[in-house]
């Protein structure tokens, strides 16, 4: 019965007209008869709990039966979520002051919440510093995100009544991560996505900021390259959102197929201990800064998005990880 909910709240919702644009695209890349990608779609829908954004992602119509049932849908994605994650205990997550007071042990920076009568407590933070990151404390995708230069002569009751008019109201200090990372695109932090599951690493990529963006994000223009949980290293390409394919940075030239992400061990040791402080959230994205002598979390999200877990050019075998997650979920009961 929740599948069938999940399905007509779906279609109720549906973007017709980027549907139809979808199977316009497919068709355009496979060659296969609209008629024959239209109704394939909908079956991925029935079958599979896959939207038209899933089907075209994920290449699912180059995908059999069997491959098709081993991938981590949107539908599938939504199913693991409610099932792990108690939403009464969503805000530590989705609100990035309460992640950072939940999680401070963990943050290696530190940070500041703007109220409209703290002030005083502002400019003791900013006079200390020549570069921040100020950002909103709800949202996703790096929206908001801004890193700002502080001049000696900044007038800073301005700039206060600016981000609170803004509702921009955490600062942060600059995270500072290693040479061998930042050299892939310095103007980022290049963080490493790690998603566990009942409290084990189920999955994880590195993330590259690109075009000189100051964020990392797959939506920014950012890159994303998986990672091998067991060792560390991307044996894979990276790959940005439009699906074009980089054994190197396309800016920096520096190698990203073969890189071993330094302190692989203790990033695994850091999500697994992190993920036990608020274990009703069982299911969890968490960004990470790999720093010159440790590891430290940027963020939490209690809702890890699944379009960056088994991209075409990533898939071994054409297989999806579904049947690991499942293997996580059964041996950690």
């Known amino acids: 019965m929740g599948k069938a909910n999940y399905l007509f709240k779906r279609i109720a919702k549906m973007n017709f007209g980027k549907f139809f644009e979808t199977i316009d695209d497919v068709h355009k890349k496979c060659g296969k008869s609209k008629i024959f990608l239209f109704f394939d779609c909908i079956t991925c829908g029935l079958r599979y709990q896959a939207g038209y954004v899933d089907y075209q992602l994920f290449e699912m119509y180059k995908m059999n039966r069997e491959e098709r049932k081993t991938i981590v849908t949107r539908g599938i994605n939504n199913e ?11 805000k530590y997550f989705s609100d990035k002051a309460l992640f950072n007071e939940k999680f401070g042990k963990y943050l290696n920076r530190e940070w500041l919440y703007l109220t409209e009568d703290n002030f005083e407590d502002f400019e003791r933070f900013m006079r200390s510093r020549k ?31 600016k981000l609170l008019k803004e509702n921009t109201r955490l600062i942060e200090d600059v995270a500072m991560q290693c040479e061998q990372i930042g050299k892939l695109h310095p103007n980022s932090i290049n963080t490493v996505r790690v998603v566990t599951l009942k409290g084990k690493v189920a999955v994880a ?8 963006n ?15 949980v067991e060792d560390g ?14 054994a190197e940075h396309p800016l920096t030239k520096e190698r990203i197929v073969g890189l071993e992400i330094p302190r692989w061990s203790e990033i695994v040791d850091l999500c697994e ?19 010159n002598d440790k590891v430290f979390l940027i ?21 999806g990880l579904l049947p690991m997650f499942k ?3 059964e041996e950690n009961k």
């Open 80 to 90: 693991i979520m409610k099932k792990f994650n108690d939403e009464r205990f969503f």
């Open 131 to 161: 570069t921040v990151i100020v950002k909103p404390t709800v949202g996703s995708c790096g929206k908001g995100v801004e890193k700002l230069e502080i001049s000696d002569d900044e007038d800073l009751q301005i700039l206060y009544e």
């Open 205 to 212: 990529f590195l993330r590259i900021g690109n075009n000189g």
């Open 214 to 228: 100051i964020v990392d994000n797959f939506n920014h223009e950012g890159l994303v390259a998986p990672i091998d």
């Open 233 to 246: 290293i991307i044996k894979y390409v990276a790959i940005d959102k439009v699906h074009n394919e980089y």
């Open 273 to 291: 201990e992190a993920s036990s402080i608020v274990p009703e959230i069982g299911y969890t994205g968490w960004d990470v800064c790999v720093g």
């Open 299 to 319: 963020e939490g999200n209690e809702f890890p998005g699944h379009d960056l877990y088994q991209l075409p050019p990533h898939r071994e075998g054409n297989m």
């Open 327 to 329: 293997r996580i979920m």
